[in-house]
């Protein structure tokens, strides 16, 4: 069973978030220099916008209170990504700084203090950061040089600093022992994933379920990087509550760790300590995203893929039937460039995003407005988030919250 934390106590959960296939919006104007009817790329600035649960200010707007609609989060235009944990939300803007609001009782919004803040603020000594992401009550960033920083609870080793001493961290910390270059990282419940440049990935943290995936589960913290056994060729990564995911340059897609409700997509709810294929996929996988006890797929061609818990309609395919221990269609989506899968307290599940063409989607659980569509039962089909992003491009599912840029 999982360790219960004080931040429990709070009111916060497991959750996990990775942010897949985030891009710049943009927009093409006529290339009035080059004289050869050309066009020319032009990025288009915007904030961020979020809705759902914000008892701990982690929606961002200054207020307490909770949204079942989109509200403006109180940062600048140009936020290139979002990442949604437990009770906290990290914000990365064009210049390559963070910004964090919310829960920040184990210093997970990494300003060097332990203060809860409804109005983000800025993670100190971060710069030239190109990704994110918020797990539990830890925090992770990719710096352009291909390291990487993290801060927050570290109870299970999940920051990666060789040790859990200290137990937790208010400011950034370079994470040790990577065996390469970063290139994408994942934020997972107790536990952090990293896909090198070679194509393999390392992991550290909580290791109780096999979601590390080197061949090994244990109670005793993983404070240093370990390679994910057998898997080379990786494209992109995600860590859930209790288990990973991994799409491969070739279209397929491993799993392992937690398999309680079919989340590794096997076809059974046999629990692996290391990488196992995902089944019956029927199309090429080029993005993935692990919930609480549920996992998505993004293909190429602009489809959503789900499997495992469903009680909620968290898969997105018309019914409540659960689990599904194989893949099923997310109905109504084409066009996808982002997903993200996010949790529940006590129980499996969470509510799901998605951005296609050029508005957000959202399914599953709906907790004091999670869905961003009003106070409204549970949705097992995708409905549209009304929000003022002219091109969202990121999203990201917390615990009852979500956010877009």
């Known amino acids: 069973m999982r360790i219960t934390t004080a931040l429990r106590g709070l009111g916060a959960v497991a959750v996990t978030t990775m942010l897949t296939l985030v891009a710049p919006a943009v927009a093409f104007a006529e290339d009035k220099d080059g004289g050869q009817g050309g066009k020319t790329k032009v990025v288009l600035a915007q904030g961020a916008e979020a809705w759902g649960v914000n008892r701990f200010g982690q929606l961002g707007n200054g207020s307490l209170e909770a949204r079942p609609s989109a509200v403006t989060v109180a940062v600048p235009d140009g936020v290139r990504a979002v990442a949604a944990g437990g009770a906290h939300s990290l914000f ?32 100190i000594g971060l710069s030239g950061v190109k990704a994110i992401a918020a797990g539990y009550d830890h925090s992770l960033a990719l710096l352009n040089d291909g390291t990487m920083m993290a801060w927050g609870t570290n109870s299970d080793g999940q920051l990666g600093i060789g040790t859990t001493t200290p137990t937790s961290s208010d400011l950034p910390l370079k994470v040790v022992g990577l ?5 994408a990282i994942a934020a997972g419940d107790f536990f952090s994933l990293a896909l090198l440049a070679d194509g393999t990935v390392q992991a550290w943290g909580e290791n109780r379920y096999g979601q590390l995936g080197n061949g090994t589960t244990s109670d005793q913290p993983q404070p240093t990087p370990v390679t994910v056994s057998g898997l080379t060729g990786v494209r992109a990564i995600d860590g859930g509550a209790t288990h990973s995911l991994a799409a491969l340059r070739d279209g397929s897609v491993r799993s392992w760790g937690d398999n309680s409700t079919g989340q590794l997509g096997t076809g059974d709810t046999t629990p692996s300590s290391v990488p196992v294929p995902v089944v019956q ?21 602009g489809k959503v893929k789900g499997w495992g818990e469903n009680s909620d309609g968290e898969l997105g395919d018309g019914t409540y039937v659960s689990p599904r221990l194989t893949p099923v269609n997310t109905v109504d989506l084409t066009g996808v460039t982002a997903i993200s899968a996010g949790t529940v307290d006590k ?23 999670s869905l961003g569509i009003g106070p409204v039962d549970n949705s097992n089909v995708p409905v549209t988030v009304r929000t003022g992003l002219n091109h969202p491009r990121s999203v990201s599912a917390g615990q009852f919250f979500s956010l877009a840029s």
């Open 179 to 183: 065996k390469g270059k970063v290139t």
């Open 281 to 301: 996929l029927g199309a090429k996988v080029k993005a993935v995203a692990a919930g609480d006890g549920y996992s998505l797929a993004l293909t190429e061609g």
């Open 92 to 123: 990365l803007l064009s210049n390559g700084t963070v910004k964090a609001a919310g829960l920040n009782a184990l210093g997970q919004l990494g300003d060097g203090t332990r203060e809860t803040r409804a109005v983000p603020g800025n993670v």
């Open 347 to 369: 129980t499996q599940g969470g509510h799901s995003l998605a951005v296609s063409g050029n508005v957000v989607k959202a399914w599953g659980l709906d907790i004091e407005g």
